[in-house]
């Protein structure tokens, strides 16, 4: 199977219709989305497909870029583009094989294919009987083309040490968070959808690729095996596109000359049942900085370190949107680069790019430091269109925002403690659950002063109008208020526990009302002091 000459995504189309197709597929104005059975998937088709039109079709400037996101190429010419690449994206067969070890690692003992989907339990896991709320033996058998999707979606979310001993972790860390920018339009198709996310080769600058060697396609040649200092491989000694494409992991698939059941399509097709796994793969160090990533920087030594934002659950809320949409030197913040050339778009716009006003799409795996899954994230955000010119002062007035919210739900969530339990500092156990729902039920209010106050800072005005910082304020109350009384008030217990809780209130209350955080916004914004008692 090749994954540019042959038919192996399913794509919706316009009519609903779900029909298997060949990744040229893409440019068809009446395919409006991938189908697929796994979220994980879903998001490393559209990276696949990013990939591969940034590697083989890359728009020359901004005003082809223009061109073909007005007028998408015709099918045969996108085609006559990617078979430059095909011949580094064989599954199976003779010769170097997608994303699969040079070597055929004869040696490498042979494991289920199941090792391949991320959150399957480990050895260990098994070895252990650990394995309580994630089952072993999913995915036992895969068909070939969930099988390379399933390899795809392993080597850039890599879990160090998964498979086999001194797995390397990948080019972006563990884990990485993804930020696509994606349009609200609902008619929109899916080559808007992943030409958004294309670079043209003005803004991002890289000499004429090699494919025949392993500079971009790393499974081109022999692995550089990590297994002693000096072997690390810096941005320095490879192609830049070979970002898209990089391979911590030695890998072979083994592909069976039989017809059985996906475990996870449902489709019956030529299966992968076992696979093996090597260890002291590819080992990427250095300032790799991915155009699908943002990124924190530190400074090392006098110099920049580039440190990618991983898919943990605390990055999917809005007390962080900044920190994806924009970059700010002053707070060590660098926005994934498909997201920050996105304002060049709009500003030299001539062809309707602005009827497509888009969202922000970030996913990933939260992965923790001990290798453990704790789950897939996937969320969305609204960006808006803004004067770059005045980002810092747009930027200082929203972390405002979100550092007020960030305060009133520690208060939130030391109060609700302190109404469960005598001894609250000594309480153990998870209360992200509140963290969770106080984010999300703020998340409208949000980005209503959000989008207020970039329109009014344009506008030469002050940063909120009282009414409208009164309004946000008066949304962290009621939403305080409200998830306090569900948590620690629907049951009050004996009159001990009731008086505990009826303080842990009053206490909320003091703070929303009258704590310095609150009247320095109060007078911060010259909002009329609420008299009222909660």
Same mark, same amino acid.
């Given at each position: 199977?090749?994954l540019i000459?042959?038919p192996w995504?399913?794509?919706?189309?316009?009519?609903?219709d779900i029909?298997?197709?060949?990744?040229?597929?893409?440019?068809?104005?009446?395919?409006?989305?991938?189908?697929l059975?796994?979220?994980?998937?879903?998001?490393a088709?559209?990276?696949f497909a990013?990939?591969?039109?940034?590697t083989?079709?890359?728009?020359?400037d901004?005003s082809?870029?223009?061109?073909?996101?007005?007028t998408?190429?015709?099918?045969?010419?996108?085609?006559?583009?990617?078979?430059?690449?095909?011949?580094a994206f064989n599954?199976?067969g003779?010769g170097?094989?997608?994303?699969?070890?040079?070597d055929s690692?004869?040696?490498a003992?042979?494991?289920?294919?199941s090792?391949?989907?991320?959150?399957?339990?480990g050895a260990?896991?098994?070895k252990?009987?650990?394995?309580?709320f994630?089952?072993r033996?999913?995915?036992?058998?895969?068909?070939?083309?969930?099988?390379?999707l399933a390899?795809f979606?392993f080597?850039?979310?890599?879990?160090?040490?998964?498979?086999?001993?001194?797995?390397?972790?990948?080019?972006?860390?563990?884990?990485?968070l993804?930020?696509?920018?994606m349009p609200?339009?609902?008619?929109?198709?899916?080559?808007h959808?992943?030409?958004?996310?294309?670079?043209?080769?003005?803004?991002?600058k890289?000499?004429?690729?090699?494919f025949s060697?392993?500079?971009v396609?790393?499974?081109?040649g022999?692995?550089?095996?990590?297994?002693?200092?000096?072997s690390?491989i810096?941005?320095?000694?490879?192609?830049p596109?070979?970002?898209y494409?990089a391979?911590?992991?030695?890998i072979?698939?083994s592909?069976?000359?039989?017809?059985?059941?996906?475990?996870?399509?449902?489709?019956k097709s030529?299966?992968?049942?076992?696979c093996?796994?090597?260890?002291?793969g590819?080992?990427?160090k250095?300032?790799?900085?991915?155009p699908?990533?943002?990124?924190?920087v530190?400074?090392?030594?006098?110099?920049?370190?580039?440190?990618?934002?991983?898919g943990h659950c605390?990055?999917?809320?809005?007390?962080n949107?900044?920190?994806l949409?924009?970059?700010?030197d002053?707070?060590?913040l660098k926005c994934? !680069?498909v997201?920050d050339?996105?304002?060049? /778009? +709009?500003?030299n716009?001539? $062809?309707g790019? %602005?009827p497509?006003?888009?969202?922000?799409?970030?996913?990933?795996?939260?992965?923790?430091?001990?290798?453990?899954?704790?789950g897939w994230?996937?969320?969305?955000?609204?960006?808006?269109?803004l004067?770059l010119?005045?980002?810092n002062?747009?930027?200082?007035?929203?972390?405002?925002?979100?550092?007020?919210?960030?305060?009133s739900l520690n208060?939130?969530?030391?109060?609700?403690?302190?109404?469960?339990?005598?001894?609250?500092?000594?309480?153990?156990?998870?209360?992200?659950f509140?963290d969770?729902a106080?984010?999300q039920?703020?998340?409208?209010?949000f980005?209503?002063?959000?989008?207020q106050?970039?329109?009014?800072?344009?506008?030469?005005d002050?940063?909120?109008?009282?009414? !409208?910082?009164?309004?946000?304020?008066?949304? /962290? +109350?009621?939403?305080c208020? $409200?998830?306090? %009384?569900?948590?620690?008030?629907?049951?009050?217990?004996?009159?001990?526990?009731?008086?505990?809780?009826i303080?842990?209130?009053?206490?909320l209350?003091?703070?929303?009302f009258?704590?310095?955080?609150i009247?320095?916004?109060?007078?911060?914004?010259?909002?009329?002091?609420?008299k009222?008692?909660?």
């Open positions: 199977m090749n000459q042959d995504l399913d794509y919706i189309h316009r009519n609903g029909k298997k197709r060949p990744i040229t597929a893409i440019c068809d104005p009446d395919v409006v989305d991938f189908s059975p796994r979220a994980d998937f879903y998001g088709a559209y990276q990013i990939g591969l039109l940034q083989a079709f890359a728009p020359k901004l082809q870029w223009h061109h073909y996101f007005k998408p190429p015709a099918d045969v010419v996108l085609e006559e583009a990617f078979n430059q690449v095909s011949h599954v199976v003779e170097p094989l997608f994303m699969q070890d040079f690692l004869e040696d003992p042979s494991t289920t294919v090792g391949l989907l991320i959150e399957a339990p260990n896991g098994i252990n009987n650990t394995d309580h994630i089952k033996g999913i995915g036992q058998v895969l068909s070939l083309e969930m099988a390379a390899l979606t080597q850039i979310n890599t879990v160090p040490n998964r498979g086999c001993k001194n797995g390397r972790a990948g080019l972006r860390g563990v884990g990485p993804t930020t696509l920018i609200t339009n609902t008619k929109s198709t899916l080559w959808k992943l030409w958004l996310n294309i670079i043209n080769r003005k803004d991002f890289y000499n004429e690729p090699c060697d392993a500079s396609f790393p499974w081109l022999k692995t550089k095996v990590s297994d002693k200092p000096g690390e810096y941005p320095s000694t490879l192609h596109l070979h970002m494409w391979m911590p992991y030695r072979r698939l592909c069976e000359n039989r017809v059985a059941c996906c475990d996870i399509s449902g489709e030529y299966s992968v049942s076992s093996k796994f090597k260890g002291y590819n080992s990427y250095g300032n790799w900085i991915h699908l990533t943002p990124y924190r530190k400074k090392e030594s006098g110099e920049n370190k580039y440190l990618p934002f991983g605390n990055e999917f809320y809005h007390k949107w900044t920190s949409f924009l970059n700010h002053s707070y060590g994934a !680069q997201v050339r996105f304002y060049s /778009l +709009r500003l716009s001539q $062809d790019v %602005d497509h006003i888009p969202r922000l799409w970030m996913f990933g795996y939260d992965i923790n430091n001990s290798a453990r899954v704790d994230y996937s969320s969305t955000f609204p960006i808006f269109y004067d010119n005045k980002k002062e747009i930027v200082l007035e929203v972390n405002t925002l979100q550092d007020l919210s960030v305060k208060q939130l969530r030391d109060q609700i403690k302190n109404a469960w339990f005598d001894r609250p500092k000594d309480a153990k156990g998870d209360t992200s509140i969770l106080f984010w039920k703020t998340e409208s209010g980005f209503t002063a959000v989008s106050l970039i329109e009014n800072i344009e506008q030469e002050e940063s909120l109008t009282p009414e !409208q910082a009164k309004k946000w304020l008066n949304t /962290l +109350r009621a939403v208020f $409200d998830l306090f %009384d569900g948590y620690a008030m629907t049951e009050l217990g004996n009159a001990r526990n009731m008086a505990r809780r303080k842990a209130r009053q206490t209350s003091w703070w929303l009258n704590s310095k955080d009247k320095a916004f109060i007078r911060e914004h010259d909002i009329a002091i609420d009222e008692i909660a």
